[in-house]
């Protein structure tokens, strides 16, 4: 098989059938769809055998999991395609044949090891707002540090998993950006982008949860001082916020030439102040 959809849920059958109505309706059909489920106790098993006929390759269990990690590391290691993707429950494809295009896209772009799309947050009120995440721009250590890569709109070459290990199951909400960091900042592996609308993700999510915002913020801070020296940390810490700001003040050239002649004078007035001041003490 050339790709593998994973999905796992846990009692929300609602979002479940959302996801299997989206992912049955592919106009290609030469995928496997691996779904895991964490026991559910919602009817969740009764919606996955009522789409069972629907899918020519369906792999699925309801079995008692440890989390979220737990069940994506069960799907892929259950999965035989080529490349993965993770739809979580009540995620959807954006259109029939996403799934085609993007079998197409990774042909032109040369099978890389990781392609990424869009995805189209869904909010509960209604709104959509599509995020085109790096867009195609190198994803830099400064850029994993303030952002990720979303991981819905991801295809990931399978063997990835062995070179780079799975998901760690210790952590309870960070652990698919901590494994994007290790395979493309710290493992140099090269993401290709391709400017198409793949997902809609449910806003309504565990990442969303108000309860969980910290949680993101100490775990991830806890990733970044067990894999990079506490100096780099620091200054990641200090300039991350004005290097942005220069990248911003980059796309309008009158306003850089202008910042850039006031940073030269208040140099130049600091050299000329510091000259004064060690003239002072050589008498």
Not at 42 to 68: C, M, N, R
Not at 115 to 138: H, S, T, V, W
């Amino acid at each position: 098989m050339r790709l593998t959809v994973i999905t796992i849920n846990r009692n929300n059958a609602l979002g479940l059938e959302k996801t299997l109505q989206s992912v049955a309706s592919q106009t290609f059909q030469e995928f496997e769809y691996v779904v895991v489920d964490g026991n559910s106790t919602d009817g969740s098993v009764e919606v996955i055998k009522k789409y069972e006929s629907q899918f020519a390759h369906l792999k699925w269990v309801s079995e008692p999991d440890t989390g979220i990690y737990n069940a994506m590391n069960k799907g892929v290691r259950m999965a035989t395609g080529e490349y993965v993707q993770i739809l979580n429950s009540a995620d959807c494809l954006a259109a029939p044949d996403v799934m085609e295009r993007m079998l197409a896209a990774l042909r032109i772009t040369g099978n890389p090891s990781i392609l990424y799309g869009n995805m189209i947050k869904c909010y509960p009120d209604g709104r959509r707002m599509i995020d085109k995440c790096f867009a195609g721009q190198e994803i830099t250590m400064l850029g994993m540090y303030t952002g990720t890569l979303n991981h819905d709109p991801v295809y990931i070459h399978r063997d990835l998993f062995e070179k780079y290990g799975y998901y760690d199951e210790s952590l309870k909400i960070c652990s698919d950006w901590k494994w994007f960091l290790q395979a493309i900042v710290l493992g140099d592996e090269k993401p290709q982008y391709v400017d198409m609308d793949v997902t809609l993700f449910d806003m309504t999510g565990i990442s969303e949860n108000a309860k969980w915002k910290e949680r993101i913020r100490k775990e991830r801070q806890e990733v970044l001082e067990n894999s990079f020296p506490a100096p780099c940390l620091r200054d990641y810490e200090r300039y991350s916020c004005d290097i942005y700001m220069m990248r911003r003040i980059h796309r309008h050239p009158w306003v850089f030439k202008m910042v850039h002649f006031v940073e030269r004078c208040l140099f130049k007035m600091e050299k000329r102040k510091n000259r004064k001041k060690r003239l002072q003490l050589w008498g």
